[in-house]
C-alpha cells in the first residue's frame, strides 16, 4: 500500500536580533501555516498528476513513481500509478480499495481507519487539520514556504511530514517515518474544482480477484 507506507523539521535562523527575528518567525508561520488551512478549506476537489521519489536511510538507489490522482472531500479519491507499475487506491466515502493487477488482488478497509491522521488526511480528510495534527513554521526552502505537521496519534505510521506551499496552493509533501525513510510527492499539475465524474471513485472488484476484507454488499 504505498500511500499509506509513505512517511526533519527546521526551524527559522535569526537574521539580525532577537525582536527582528521573532517579529520574522511569527510572519512566515502565519504565512505557511494559514496557506495550508486555506487551501484545504478551499480545494474541496481537485485532480492532477504527481511523482513520488522514496529515499531510505541506508542511501540506496532512490525508488521512483508517478501517477495521477482525483478527489473530492471527505474521503473520496482516485489515486493511481502508472509507473513503475500500475495500482490502484480508490476511497468511494466509505472504504478504500487497493488494487494491485499484477497480482489481481484486491484490499478492502472501512475508509475511517484507513486514514486517521495520516498523510492522506491532509488532502482527503472530513476533520479539522488541528482535530489530527500538530502544526507549525516549517521555514522556506526552494522557493516554497514550508509547514511541518506531527500527528497526534501514535499509530499513524510516520513521524513528521512536511507540506510545501506557494501561491496559496500544495506543491510538494514530504513524509518522515520511524525507519528513517522519507518520501517526496512532488504535485506536478494541480486542477481545483474540475467537473469530476462519479463513477470515478466507485470500484468494483474485478472478476476472479483474490480479495482481502469484506467487499460491502452494493458493491458486490
Excluded: C
Amino acid at each position: 500500500m504505498k500511500w499509506f507506507s509513505l512517511r526533519a523539521a527546521s526551524l527559522l535562523r535569526a537574521v539580525a536580533g532577537m525582536a527582528l527575528a521573532a517579529a520574522a518567525s511569527l510572519a512566515v508561520a502565519a504565512d505557511g501555516v494559514a496557506q495550508l488551512k486555506a487551501f484545504v478549506a478551499r480545494a474541496r476537489s481537485a485532480e492532477g498528476t504527481f511523482e513520488q521519489t522514496v529515499v531510505a536511510k541506508s542511501g540506496r538507489k532512490p525508488q521512483q513513481a508517478a501517477g495521477r490522482f482525483a478527489y473530492t472531500r471527505p474521503g473520496r479519491f482516485h489515486w493511481e500509478y502508472d509507473r513503475p507499475y500500475r495500482q490502484l487506491l480508490v476511497g468511494d466515502g466509505q472504504n478504500l480499495w487497493i488494487w494491485d493487477p499484477d497480482l489481481n488482488q484486491v484490499t478492502v478497509r472501512e475508509i475511517g481507519d484507513a486514514l486517521g491522521a495520516t498523510p492522506a488526511a491532509i488532502l482527503f480528510g472530513s476533520g479539522a487539520l488541528e482535530d489530527s495534527f500538530e502544526l507549525a513554521d516549517g521555514g522556506e526552502r526552494d522557493g516554497l514556504t514550508w509547514v511541518e505537521a506531527r500527528p497526534l496519534r501514535s499509530d499513524s505510521g510516520f513521524e513528521s511530514l512536511r507540506l510545501g506551499l506557494a501561491g496559496g496552493e500544495l506543491r510538494q509533501m514530504e513524509m518522515h517515518d520511524p525507519f528513517g525513510q522519507t518520501t517526496r510527492i512532488h504535485f506536478t499539475r494541480l486542477e481545483l474544482d474540475p467537473v469530476l465524474a462519479g463513477d470515478r471513485f466507485r470500484f468494483t472488484p474485478p472478476a476472479g480477484a483474490d480479495i482481502i476484507g469484506t467487499v460491502p454488499g452494493p458493491a458486490r
